[in-house]
């Protein structure tokens, strides 16, 4: 599955990992993330997935 794919697969539970709707990028409360940080999501969520599963 290549990146693209995961995170059409991931959709929502990657917003949960972006750094704009965590309030780490400065935006206008009316503005929308149009996915550009998407892909910071992703990695952000793979560095947590196998920290907490390989006790890193």
Known sequence: MN???LKQQ???EL???C???QGE???PCNALCEGVY???ALD???ERHYS???GL
Do not use: G, R, S
Request: net charge negative; proline share 4%.
């Open 19 to 21: 750094p704009w709707q």
């Open 3 to 5: 990146k693209e794919e």
């Open 44 to 46: 952000t969520n793979n």
């Open 10 to 12: 991931l959709d929502d």
């Open 52 to 54: 907490t599963k390989c």
């Open 15 to 17: 917003c949960k990992f």
């Open 38 to 40: 998407c892909d910071d």
């Open 25 to 27: 990028i400065e935006h």
